[in-house]
């Protein structure tokens, strides 16, 4: 998940609080968010090695990897117009947080959940880490993350991807589950659309076993109601977090009032970077079925985590790959 920062006011001459203010005002006026996708489903899909990715991921590798967070956060500036508005005032691209200090949500822990996970994965020579969660498909193999854990958003798919079910201070119970073949939304490989940042992996068998087989798998559902209740999962790795163990947070879904135009939805959580692909139950359990990802949060001080809506373009992504 992404902490997606905004312009600093030097850069556009504006107060955080008049940010503030306009956001608040243009969520006033603003339609409500779609209740489905409308968007014709489209695919992305790719064959990887798996050979190798999972000896490839040492001890210590998978210590220092680092959250994923800058290409989410892209997607998010795209998507408010501020990589345009950077742009043309000349300014870099890293940036002041928009939200202001607000009382900090401290993300319960969990003891580890045998179907969840933490993902790594490489690209352009750095090693990244995120979180998935296995589901039920026809293969009885296929992983669960956000977009931004699978391809950059436009660009390249990503390399060396391993699904480490019930991750735990290090520890790998069920072993390291090397992909074989990554699909995403061709709204998200085409366009690094955040609306779409859904993506799955299919793992090669582990000792003669399929995943499900060996640690289970959620159900999951598309084109839901809105505004239902979550408890959402990851493994954190950006400060205060380490990354180390599983942790969740809980609460009902409401639209993302910053960029109204969108599906996302956002339930109060102060996970960071590294959750990011963590699996959003509907209820209160881990035990319901799996609805959305964490994909990204405004600024350092966020306190909330916002999540793609599952409508027909990703149930199709899903269904592709629960199928190959």
């Not at 959250?67 to 950077?86: E, H, K, T, Y």
């Not at 200090?101 to 003891?111: I, T, Y």
């Not at 699909?183 to 940042?197: M, R, V």
């Amino acid at each position: 998940m992404t902490r997606t920062k905004s312009l600093a006011t030097s850069l556009l001459s504006l107060s955080a609080a008049a940010i503030l203010a306009l956001s608040a005002a243009g969520s006033a006026t603003a339609a409500p968010a779609p209740a489905e996708d409308k968007s014709a489903p489209s695919v992305t899909g790719t064959a990887v090695e798996s050979a190798g990715a999972a000896d490839y991921w040492t001890a210590d590798r998978m210590l220092t990897a680092v959250p994923a967070d800058q290409r989410a956060n892209r997607a998010v500036q795209r998507s408010l117009g501020l990589d345009r508005a950077l742009a043309a005032k000349g300014a870099p691209a890293s940036v002041e947080p928009l939200a202001a200090k607000s009382p900090v949500l401290k993300a319960a822990s969990e003891s580890p959940v045998a179907h969840i996970g933490k993902i790594f994965f490489t690209q352009g020579g750095q090693n990244y880490v995120c979180s998935g969660n296995s589901v039920a498909a026809t293969n009885k193999s296929t992983v669960s993350t956000a977009g931004h854990c699978l391809n950059e958003g436009p660009g390249a798919f990503v390399t060396n991807f391993v699904f480490v079910p019930a991750y735990n201070n290090g520890a790998a119970p069920y072993g390291k589950w090397a992909a074989k073949a990554l699909y995403a939304p061709a709204q998200w490989t085409g366009q690094g659309n955040i609306q779409y940042d859904t993506g799955f992996a299919v793992v090669s068998p582990l000792n003669g076993r399929t995943l499900a087989d060996t640690v289970g798998a959620s159900g999951v559902q598309f084109n839901a109601a809105r505004g239902l209740t979550y408890k959402a999962f990851g493994y954190p790795a950006a400060s205060p977090f380490n990354g180390q163990t599983l942790k969740s947070c809980a609460g009902t879904a409401t639209n993302d009032t910053v960029n109204p135009g969108g599906t996302t939805q956002g339930i109060p959580c102060d996970m960071t970077g590294g959750s990011s692909g963590g699996p959003w139950f509907v209820g209160s359990s881990s035990t319901g079925k799996q609805n959305s990802v964490n994909s990204y949060g405004y600024g350092q001080n966020s306190t909330k985590m916002y999540g793609p809506y599952w409508g027909t373009v990703i149930q199709q992504t899903y269904a592709t790959a629960a199928a190959s």
